[in-house]
């Protein structure tokens, strides 16, 4: 099979091969009135404030940067002198020469020592021999060779540190800085100078007065102050930020939930504890976060301090970790992870005895517990490391959790609390044209009428802007950031057109020339054209169905000022950091439902963020009729995080996956395991009778599978199905869950025999599928059904090219409906391979016919036509066939393409140890690994090696390619100078963590040959 070059069908016509279709430009700004609001609102008391620019931290500029700050840049790694022959440092050759390593070192002493050691009477003379000379050497080598793999290793880590230091001339150590002096002071500069041309001296100093300076800065090394303030700009901690350090739960160690309103600072005292963590217990620390782009993010704002402080930051995300996670014995790591990762770390670390390698688990946005389908994942989580009661400490925080102690009962945690925010946020609703300003109070919330508003608009102007959006927005853009929060995606862009139809020439005018680069760049990866129109007047729009690369230059443009209007959806409030001067919610909805208090609080909170802008606020537009719910919504108080356990089979889940890590092993250690939940304390509503609709409506034939004590109902006003617990019994919920285990044949009873016959004690295995579902990290019906797929195309797999196996890993629950009448004519554009497989499936042109027909197929099932579908379209993409152009061949948006590709690479993985666990399975696993990596990289052919780096999209990998830097090594041996010369638009700061965070990729890789290394000298027992 050839994975890399297929080609497409030569006889298919060149358009259609490309699945391009002409398109009829679309002509949004026809309107010639270009200045429908006059800025000038009869009151403007906040006006004076909004000339200060909304001005963002340094973020992680995965894409092209639109500020050039190359003056004000420090680099903490500049002036030590480059390392030379970082890769021909002497380890590879020692390993390469292993048996001569071991005689030249040892000849005299085994010489000297043989006739000693040599009185074994009960072997022949040369086996004495063989023993004699293996025991000598072995003993007299071990030191000598672990010394040599020691100092090969340490001095490849403080080579790459220090590669190209001395090019550039910024240093964290030259400035006059008071916080760099304390460290001048400290001794290290000192140390740093003296042992300038000795690395192994310099690495061991660095060692000493780490542990000389430790308790200095809130128990870390002083070190640690000054990469705070050159990194993060932050020059003191808050009162509270001290005050939270300093409880006695963090000193005694034990589990803290800690609130505070959205922008207080949370981040930073978790990463204050993680640092801790790692530098004084030298145990690994887990920080969990809610989204991929976010442990990006993490993961370069944290290299400077891995490089610095001489540990590793480990990415697990998407297709990246290492499961079970490296072990390491000289470095320790912060494993940076989303809530499923974070599942597959921690099980894989149980399943090898190796929890206690891990001393805290922080996990962010702490209220994601209570969401449906991750809440689930993350309440596993917790519950297994609880449970598994291995002295982890766990630390959680949140900004919007409205049942503190419940979760602080669950977690056995003690609860801080604090009203702090650093940048005051003043809160509007706007109904009709009053602006009322929202006060909070110990008795609830209140309006208070703050000014009508009055824009000038037009005629025409009025009756496209009802709401006076354009008119709320133009009081902020150009000169400060604004966010417009949007029901929907469809209203984003709505929106956005809006705006720019109400185009003020102050608008227009702003930052020209970046814009029209950013329209290149955003053209260049395919980007709509009403999208590239709408940035030249500042304007853009933010959702799940533009593809990530075109996010990202969004994301950077708005953070630069480039853009200074972001028309977005919801999922931008909890997702990556977009301060902003004023934030606008559209209307109180998300999606098709009433906002929530949660929700509400995110969104506002995005506006003044500390140090991003000197203040905040945020309007959120209420139609009269919708005013008296949403005051109920506002004055209601946060929403409980209840246990998502009840769902799906997500308890059958934690404790089949307690019973396959020996947590537990018959029904009375699962009923703890279960207790031990969020479930007992948070359980989901009890359903009201009215609403309840059957398990079997909800579930249809899975319904066997659904335990008793739970009921589906539909919430009111919408078609949102809600799972409820019928009772608080989770005794009852253990045991319907158990059974379904037993019945699935997932557990099975030791002996023999099935639910009836078991007691509390009676002992359960898990079952080969059981084991690898959750290898698989896969539900069990999920795992099942795959394998029946499986059992199917043993039988007649196509491996004509990668089709076939592109469709076993679609996942079912894809979203996407296939246009029925387009597929026909992708049915007759099938090559052979296509056919063949199509036939497999038992898909025939008959059946493509009835469906242009509008005809129903029964011979086929639905799913089996969607995935067929889909995996048409995982092909073109494998073939390399651009985004944009496989996008439009089948009619879906580039965002929802990108989720189909990513999350066919994460089931592709998942299957992959799925079979690892079936020996019958091997061909498969042999077939899918493969399979998984290139799938992670389809997308952008050619870029892998760059793509690698954190938070690096395929813009910035470009960018990198175009001027010689061709993989992570290149990028690390470059200086942050070099870098900011042959790339435009970037920053200094982000040149400086691209460049540590591939230093510190290196250095991980680097570990990983070292605890290789180390895993083979204990297997020799040397
Ligand atoms: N002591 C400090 N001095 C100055 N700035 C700080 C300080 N602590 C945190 N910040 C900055 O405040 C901003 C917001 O912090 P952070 O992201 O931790 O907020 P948060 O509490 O997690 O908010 P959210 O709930 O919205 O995620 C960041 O830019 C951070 O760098
Ligand atoms: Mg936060």
Not at 163 to 185: A, C, G, Q, V
Not at 690 to 708: F, L, W
Not at 754 to 774: C, F, N, P, Y
Request: glycine share 8%; proline share 4%.
């Amino acid at each position: 099979m050839n994975f890399h070059n297929e080609p497409c069908d030569p006889s298919t016509p060149k358009r259609r091969r490309l699945g391009i279709t002409k398109t009829k430009p679309q002509n949004v700004f026809k309107a010639a009135n270009s200045s429908f609001i006059n800025t000038t609102p009869i009151q403007m008391r906040l006006s004076s404030n909004l000339a200060n620019r909304c001005d963002s931290p340094p973020l992680p500029c995965n894409q092209i940067e639109y500020l050039s700050e190359s003056t004000s840049s420090s680099s903490v790694t500049n002036d030590i002198p480059c390392s030379p022959g970082v890769f021909e440092t002497c380890f590879f050759k020692d390993i390469a020469n292993w048996d001569s390593f071991k005689v030249s070192k040892n000849k005299e002493n085994i010489l000297k020592d043989y006739a000693d050691e040599f009185n074994d009477e009960f072997q022949t003379r040369p086996e004495q021999n063989i023993t004699t000379d293996c025991s000598i050497s072995t003993s007299k080598c071990e030191k000598l060779f672990r010394d040599e793999i020691e100092q090969s290793f340490n001095n490849l880590n403080q080579s790459i540190i220090n590669i190209n230091i001395n090019k550039d001339k910024s240093s964290l150590f030259e400035t006059n800085d008071s916080f760099l002096l304390d460290i001048r002071e400290s001794g290290i500069i000192t140390n740093q100078e003296n042992s300038k041309n000795d690395e192994i001296n310099k690495f061991t100093n660095n060692q000493v007065i780490l542990n000389m300076n430790q308790n200095n800065f809130y128990g870390l090394p002083m070190i640690v102050k000054g990469l705070f303030k050159t990194y993060r700009k932050i020059e003191k901690f808050y009162d509270w930020q001290e005050e939270c350090l300093n409880l006695d739960t963090i000193k005694e160690r034990r589990n803290l939930i800690y609130a505070l309103p959205t922008s207080g600072g949370k981040t930073l005292v978790a990463e204050v504890l993680m640092l801790r963590e790692i530098l004084n217990r030298k145990k690994n620390a887990l920080f969990i976060l809610p989204f991929v782009a976010i442990v990006q993010e993490k993961i370069w704002s944290l290299a400077p301090f891995a490089l610095q402080l001489d540990f590793l930051v480990e990415e697990y995300a998407g297709g990246k970790g290492h499961i079970p996670p490296k072990k390491r014995r000289k470095k320790n790591s912060i494993y940076i992870a989303t809530i499923e990762k974070g599942l597959a770390l921690i099980r894989s670390l149980i399943e090898l005895d190796r929890l206690d390698e891990l001393g805290l688990i922080v996990v962010d946005e702490l209220h994601l517990i209570g969401e449906p389908g991750r809440g689930s994942t993350l309440e596993m989580l917790l519950t297994t490391v609880i449970f598994a009661n291995k002295g982890i400490q766990i630390v959680g925080m949140s900004a919007t959790i409205g049942n503190l102690p419940d979760l602080a009962t669950f977690l056995k945690a003690d609860v801080y609390e604090k009203q702090f925010r650093p940048v005051e946020l003043v809160e509007y609703v706007k109904l009709g044209n009053v602006l009322h300003r929202i006060v909070w109070g110990p008795g609830g919330m209140e309006i208070v009428p703050d000014r009508e508003l009055s824009f000038d608009y037009s005629r025409a102007g009025a009756a496209l802007d009802p709401d006076a959006l354009g008119g709320l927005v133009a009081e902020t853009a150009p000169r400060a950031a604004c966010l417009v929060f949007c029901p929907t995606k469809r209203n984003c862009e709505n929106v956005a057109a809006l705006l720019c139809k109400l185009r003020r020439r102050e608008m227009t005018n702003h930052r020209v020339e970046e814009r029209v680069a950013l329209q290149t760049a955003l053209r260049n990866e395919g980007a709509g054209l009403d999208l590239v129109k709408f940035v030249r007047f500042g304007v853009a729009f933010h959702h799940a169905g533009l593809a990530g690369e075109e996010r990202s230059l969004l994301e950077h443009a708005f953070r630069a000022g480039v853009i200074s209007v972001l028309c977005c959806t919801s999922t931008l409030a909890a997702g990556v950091n977009l301060p902003a001067r004023r934030v606008i919610i559209r209307a109180p909805l998300v999606g098709r439902e009433f906002i929530t208090l949660g929700a509400y609080r995110q969104m506002a909170g995005r506006a003044g963020r500390a140090g991003a802008c000197e203040a905040g606020e945020s309007v959120v537009v209420c139609a009269a009729a919708s005013w008296a719910r949403l005051r109920a919504v506002l004055a209601g108080g946060l929403g409980a995080a209840r246990s998502a356990l009840g769902a799906g089979g997500a308890a059958g889940a934690l404790l089949l996956s307690g019973a396959a890590l020996r947590l537990a092993g018959a029904r009375r250690g699962l009923r703890a395991l279960l207790r031990a939940a969020l479930l007992p304390v948070a359980p989901p509503e009890p359903a009201s009778r009215s609403r309840r609709r059957s398990c079997k409506e909800k579930c249809g034939p899975r319904a066997a599978i659904v335990p008793r004590s739970i009921s589906y109902e539909t919430l009111p006003g919408s078609n949102r199905v809600v799972c409820r617990l019928r009772s608080l019994d989770v005794d009852r919920v253990c045991d319907d869950a158990v059974r379904a285990l037993l019945e699935s044949g997932a557990l099975e009873v030791v002996g023999g025999g099935g639910w009836d016959s078991i007691d509390d004690d009676t002992e359960l295995a898990v079952s080969k599928l059981g084991r690898a579902a959750i290898k698989g990290c896969m539900e069990l019906s999920v795992a099942k059904r795959l394998l029946e797929d499986l059992e199917i195309a043993s039988r007649s797999l196509v491996l004509m090219g990668s089709l076939h196996l592109l469709y076993l890993v679609t996942p079912h629950d894809s979203g996407i409906k296939p246009d029925y009448r387009h597929y026909y004519s992708l049915y007759c554009e099938l090559d052979e391979e296509g056919v063949q497989t199509a036939k497999i499936l038992g898909i025939t042109e008959m059946n493509a016919i009835r469906m242009m027909t509008g005809k129903p197929i029964t011979n086929v099932p639905e799913s089996v036509l969607c995935r067929f579908y889909i995996a048409l379209m995982l092909r073109d993409l494998w073939r390399q066939m651009p985004f944009p152009a496989v996008a439009e061949k089948y009619g879906v948006s580039r965002g929802a393409l990108q989720a189909q590709l990513a999350a066919a690479a994460a089931f592709a993985g998942g299957a992959t140890r799925l079979c690892e666990e079936l020996p019958a399975r091997w061909g498969f696993r042999a077939l899918l690994e493969p399979l998984a990596l290139r799938l992670q990289h389809c997308a952008a052919p050619g870029l892998e090696r760059l793509l690698a780096l954190p938070a690096v999209r395929k813009a910035r990998a470009l960018q990198l390619l175009r001027a010689g830097y061709k993989c992570v090594e290149d990028v690390a041996r470059a200086s942050a100078g070099e870098l900011t010369a042959a790339i435009g638009h970037l920053s200094r700061t982000a040149a400086d963590h691209l460049v540590s965070s591939a230093r510190m990729m290196l250095i991980e890789k680097v570990e990983n040959l070292r605890a290789e290394a180390e895993d083979v000298m204990e297997g020799l027992k040397i």
